[in-house]
Nanobody, 122 residues
Framework: QVQVVESGGGLVQPGGSLRLSCAAS????????ISWYRQTPGKQREFVAH???????YYADSVKGRFTISRDNANNTGYLQMNSLKPEDTAVYYC????????????????WGQGTQVTVSS
């Protein structure tokens, strides 16, 4: 079993910064892509950023230049550094990992965390 847990959300003023973390634990063989998505009430979950195992990063246009995704392969952890936050960044942020477990190395599993709330407001 593999668990994915996000942390680091909170309330921040416009222009401020937050750093989200995504920790995967359990019987992990390796993690392929780590992605961040966000969702607001009544809207579909939207892509924010993802990073491959070799650290190639991709961003939604709405966050490009403000957010930075990174990862620590040794500790099975991903990060999302969010700078110059805007009220429209307010959402629940979810981490998604593509993982192979030690017992099923031939299968990539797609796992989600429970989400962390980010609120940008003065």
């Amino acid at each position: 079993q593999v668990q994915v847990v996000e942390s680091g959300g909170g309330l921040v003023q416009p222009g401020g910064s937050l750093r989200l973390s995504c920790a995967a634990s359990g019987s992990i063989f390796n993690i392929h892509t780590i992605s961040w998505y966000r969702q607001t009430p009544g809207k579909q979950r939207e892509f924010v950023a993802h990073i491959t195992r070799i650290h190639d990063a991709y961003y939604a246009d709405s966050v490009k230049g403000r957010f930075t995704i990174s990862r620590d392969n040794a500790n099975n952890t991903g990060y999302l550094q969010m700078n110059s936050l805007k009220p429209e960044d307010t959402a629940v942020y979810y981490c998604n990992v593509e993982v192979k477990t030690k017992t099923e190395r031939g299968r990539v599993q797609d796992l989600w965390g429970q989400g962390t709330q980010v609120t940008v407001s003065s």
